[in-house]
């Protein structure tokens, strides 16, 4: 392996990682606050669509991830009015979310099939970016994996650091007394879930504008899952979060560049690769019981009554 | 009042159905074809091209045909539940268009002995049920002739699917015409395991770029690697359907599965009472297999030697599984002067001589 090589599966890496980074740290916020959303493939698509439609029309790609960011908080929106408004099972209206936004997004979508546009492109900023081995990695990405990064520092504050990421939790942790001192649980979980969907949409949106231009049904072939999976094995930690989906996106690239140089192991078990490194990975970090059981939201997927 | 006011709109609904159903009974009975996908028809692939031939079907025959189709139908129990009901609701022809379908569909027509099916990509005949499959390793020899005419760096991409007889044929296509073109070009397999996956098949394209592949083919069903080949200033073969929107630069050509003529002769057939059950397998000489156009950025010696090629297969002069014809141990399995029968391309599961890789077990 030479260094060019090395450049390009670290460069890799960072882009297939970046969709699952953005949508899992979405959900994270959404579980913080405890509510469990599994809409995400579908808000995913309803990104996707809506960025690459919008896109199409006008040519304007930031209009588009506008778009598809609109488009992924109106579906979380629709999952907030029946799981929080009229206190419905969050895990059955997560699956319905994603059913919905896979066959909605299709149905939208179905006159665009076979539509190329112009992708977003890749900003290298001078200097940096010609760092070897990490230059390309970190710095030759496009907008939206630099807003990722931003992303990431953001969330990662806000949870450490901030008042508003403690009300966040504590409305997680025990709606009951956030509610008994005055914290507004249900606003709260509103926007938390609308965050998570606004998230969702932009990973959507990055994948129909971004990584590969182009719109087809059903194109998010189950990152939103994978998602979901990202932050219970990250236990909820902001940079296991990180830790994790760019460990899933050097996986899945480095199982694709074995088959490439004609390593002699299955490709069906370089396939699974991606998932047991990363489930592996995070499990052994998390092995501590105890200590894992302190970040999970307590009332994770607990519908609240005020009052009772 | 709300509900009352949905009631009474479901209600007129109803009614409104049931009156543009007796009308339709009332009308002249038109020939009714009916069709099951396993995927979306928006996948721009494989049941994309399969829609392509129903809407032509349409566009021939106009108001005497009527056709149905069912997508995204899981290969298993479903599938006799979706083509049963197509029977029950009289449609005359039937055309079940992925390999699952096969057992289901014999089931079915076993049961409705007046209804004719076809099966496409199936080995199993009966009396009403007959079977279709495209010779794609026609299209796959020029993809490999002029790969191994146009590849600087001597590697070529290969982004497969899953290791069934289909997609091993092709990639045998492939390399008996770089054995014969350019034995020096070597052929780079990855499997990304799945039909369908725009993220993965770029991926495979790129991790492919980076270790100097130049021309990549594909048999998957997303245009995404053709995608990322234009940013890259590679060259690729589209596949399925024509991709060239997707590349400008980088597409040289599609090999598209045309599947018109083919539904237009069967149900011509089954209309005149003159349809036999049969295994047809079509090519470039029944226009089922297409190469709309080749690009500018292939020279024009090649594509004259590319389209000399196709004249060739059209008339049956040469045939891309003509002997001698070794497997990857040395054996000789197919003689000097013969050809390798359907029966045994139809379940081909080896590899010609020449291929890096092992078939994944």
Redesign the interface.
Known sequence: MDIDLITNILYAMIRTGTPLLIVALGEMVCEKSGVLNLGQEGMMLMGAVAGFIATWLTGNLFFGFLMAIVAGVLMSQLFAMIALGLNANQVATGLALTIFGTGLSAFIGSGFVGNPIEGLDVIAIPFLSEIPVIGKMLFAQDLIVYLSFVLFGVIFWFFRSSRTGLIVKAVGENPHAANAIGLPVMRTRYLAVAFGGAMAGLAGGYLSLAYTPLWAENMTSGRGWIALALVVFASWRTERILLGAYLFGLASILHLVAQGLGFAVSPNLLAMLPYIATVLVLVMMSRNQGQSKMYAPISLGKPFHAGT | MKKIVLKKFLTGLMAAVAIVAALGVQAAEPFKVGFVYVG?????GWS?QHDQGRLALEKHFGDKVKTTYVENVPEGADAERVIRNLAKTGHDLIFTTSFGFMNPTLKVAKRFPKVTFEHATGYKLSKNVGTYISNTYEGRYIAGFTAAKMTKSNKI?FIASFPIPEVIRDINAVQLALNKYNPDAEL???????W?????????A???M??G?DIILQHTD???AM??AD?RGAFAVGQA?DMS??GKKAHIFSVVDNWSPFYIKRVQQVMDGTWKSEDHWGGMAEEEIVIPEFSDSIPADIVAEAQALIAQIKAGTLHPFAGPIKNKAGELIVAEGEILPHADLAGINWFVEGV???I??
């Open positions: 979306p028809i928006g996948d721009h994309y991409g780079k397999i990855i499997w990304v395991n799945s369908f996956d725009p993220g993965k098949e770029a991926d495979a790129n991790a492919m980076d270790q592949v997303s245009p995404a995608q990322a940013r359907s929107k997707f890096p890789s092992e994944p077990k």
